[in-house]
């Protein structure tokens, strides 16, 4: 954990947003994890298609599924 990894926003939800980092790997970016402060939407910050650096703060080995953080990214 603490990985930074680059990847592409692949879906944005109400709850956060997912991240393809590789081909066979994804992340999830909690709203919560997405920026500081406050804002509407997870679409007020990333949309579909969008490069990201991000960095792991969860692992999930079972379902190569990562828990992914923006904040404190640049």
């Known amino acids: 954990m603490g990985q930074i ?3 592409v ?3 944005v939800v109400q709850f956060g947003a997912f991240a393809k980092v590789e081909d066979d790997l994804e992340g999830l ?3 919560s994890e997405l ?3 406050s804002f ?3 679409r007020n910050i990333v949309r ?3 490069q ?3 960095r792991v703060i969860g692992v999930d080995g079972g379902a190569r599924r990562l828990a992914l953080s923006l904040r ?3």
Do not use: Q
Request: charged residues 10%; glycine residues 16%; aromatic residues 0%.
């Open 9 to 11: 926003i692949t879906n």
């Open 40 to 42: 509407l939407h997870p």
């Open 72 to 74: 404190g990214v640049s």
């Open 29 to 31: 970016i909690h709203v």
């Open 52 to 54: 990201v650096t991000a």
């Open 5 to 7: 990894v680059h990847g």
């Open 35 to 37: 920026a500081e402060g």
């Open 48 to 50: 579909e298609g969008d």
